[in-house]
């Protein structure tokens, strides 16, 4: 399988009341910190270097062949406002793509990398420099669901925050929102379930108000599709911000999104390895059972 992932990365001159971690002085850390683990995972989960360590032969097999996968990643970033050269000793797992766009609208310019790159590749994704994917089998769930269900549905993970401590240790963060901050983009009433059999039981997938979860995976065809469309770099920021309307907005108008329920939501997920949300949520919300 040919995997081409697509990050826009930002850090810029830090601001000492800043409110977005990636103009906070004292997240640097942080934030590199989740930035390798954005790109490291995905290539030690999908790409060709895994092996298996044979100690009767002193040798280490590799998993598959070398030439079965294709994993590329292009990091996309403004000016100098970057913490790439924090991790210069991982430059060859990525390919870096330079732009002089407000930071604002970088995500925009990664649809254009996705754009160029078409015909090339099986899945085509837009991660943000903060999510980690590591699940070996994430692109063969895909594919699964998308054999079943065709272009028009595509699948998004369940993006999750950790704690190592309270009453909450995983926490998914993109669950549910209210109805009307999408609905004027989408309708959750067309065909709001499917369901496929999952190792003897059954897995439930909704359409969801909150289809935000960070990034965004497209088959080959549902990027023809997408580009063909009339959404496809409209110039729209109108949902939530620049930010959340490139990682979400136009693929929410072109697809119907799905999400697995939250108690299947395990089956396809991404963590969120620069924490917003579960430090605060025992304060802010009522803990609920389902």
Known sequence: MRILLVMPHFFGDPMPNATNRSRLETARTERVRALVAALCSPHQALGCGTFGLDHGQARSWRSAEASASVLDVVICTVGDAHLLGDIRGLNSLFRHQPTQCEPMMLGFECHKILRDARGNYDYYGFVEDDVVLSDPLFFRKRGWFDHHFGTEALLQPNRYELSLGGPIQKLYVDYSL?????????????????????????????????????????????????????????????????????????????????????????????LHASPRWIGSVTSQTVLTDL
């Open 178 to 270: 209210s109805h009307h901050v999408t609905e004027r983009y989408q309708n959750i009433t067309d065909i709001p379930w499917l369901e496929l059999p999952y190792l003897g039981g059954r897995i439930r997938f909704e359409r969801t108000a909150y289809p935000s979860a960070g990034c965004f995976f497209l088959s080959a065809a549902q990027l023809d599709q997408w580009i063909a469309g009339p959404f496809f770099l409209d110039g729209d920021v109108s949902y939530l911000s620049p930010l959340d309307s490139a990682v979400t907005l136009s693929v929410m108008k072109t697809f119907r999104i799905y999400k697995p329920v939250l108690r299947d939501a395990g089956f396809l997920e991404v």
